[in-house]
């Protein structure tokens, strides 16, 4: 939410210091200047990436409200669950819970534990997952910073145009102050879309897409535990190290459990 509130807070400024100035807010509109400017930075955005891709860019804007967080809290408890049933019932048993998980990435390696993959082949085979991820998840970003590149170009593109219109009425000199005006305009919509939105959105998806990267590191070391059959306690000892928000206080009074488990592990 403070995403949205950054940009509502930026285009505010802007048209503030507009009106501040004296000028009417109709000097900043121009349909002529959004259509060269957002039409030609999405049209560039679309011939280097692609529809699939420039799609992909579009939905994740929907990540600013609700970002596909892994909750590791919950993860560890739900993980000591696993391991319990597994070693109550078998590792079979974990077949009836994949149906329930939400989280592709963990149902994969939910799968890979019933299948009996061998431990040592768990990290390897996850970590490629995780990175086949981490690259689609990179996607948006990389769309929007492009975008970002291109706006501003375009807009200096459309500022020309506006003149060259101008220049064609040389015989109207009454019209030529506010002709050049509206020109300006597509510069300011291109500089402003790149440093307002493209730009920010863009940093902020890949910065997201890197979170969710280093949530995943600790699902995976989450597997592997699961698949060397370790006890739930001992897995959600190992795990919480991972936890930067754990309470101090928690966190000394576990560490004499975190070296027995080190030990018993």
């Known amino acids: 939410m403070t995403n949205l509130l950054g940009l509502l807070c930026g285009f505010l400024v802007i048209i503030g210091g507009a009106l501040s100035d004296g000028d009417p807010l109709s000097s900043l509109v121009s349909a002529t200047a959004v259509i060269i400017v957002i039409g030609g930075s999405f049209a560039a955005m679309l011939t280097q990436f692609g529809l699939g891709h420039l799609l992909s860019g579009l939905k994740g804007v929907v990540w600013l409200l609700k970002p596909p967080r892994t909750d590791l809290h919950d993860f560890i408890e739900q993980i000591a669950e696993w391991s319990s049933l597994a070693r ?79 220049m064609m009425r040389l015989d109207h000199p009454e ?7 509206t020109a ?31 949530e995943r590191e600790v699902v995976i070391q989450g597997f592997v535990l699961l698949a060397e059959g370790k006890p739930g306690l001992v897995i959600k ?15 000394a009074a576990d560490e004499p459990a975190g070296e027995t488990a080190g030990q018993a592990a």
């Open 184 to 214: 300006f305009v597509a510069t300011i919509y291109g500089v402003g879309a790149a440093n307002l939105v493209f730009l920010p959105l863009g940093t902020r998806l890949k910065n997201l897409a890197k979170e969710l990267s280093r």
């Open 175 to 181: 019209e030529l102050g506010e002709g050049i005006a």
């Open 88 to 166: 109550s019932q078998g590792t079979l048993a974990l077949e009836g819970v994949i149906p329930n998980v939400t989280d592709h990435f963990q149902a994969q390696g939910l799968q890979m534990i019933v299948d009996n993959t061998p431990p040592e082949e768990m990290p390897g085979r996850l970590s490629a997952l995780a990175e086949e991820t981490e690259r689609h998840q990179a996607i948006p970003g990389e769309v929007w910073e492009a975008g970002g590149g291109y706006s501003p170009t375009i807009g200096v593109m459309g500022a020309v145009l506006g003149l060259i219109h101008v």
């Open 237 to 251: 000892q190992n795990l919480q190290t991972f936890l930067h928000d754990k309470p101090k206080a928690a966190a």
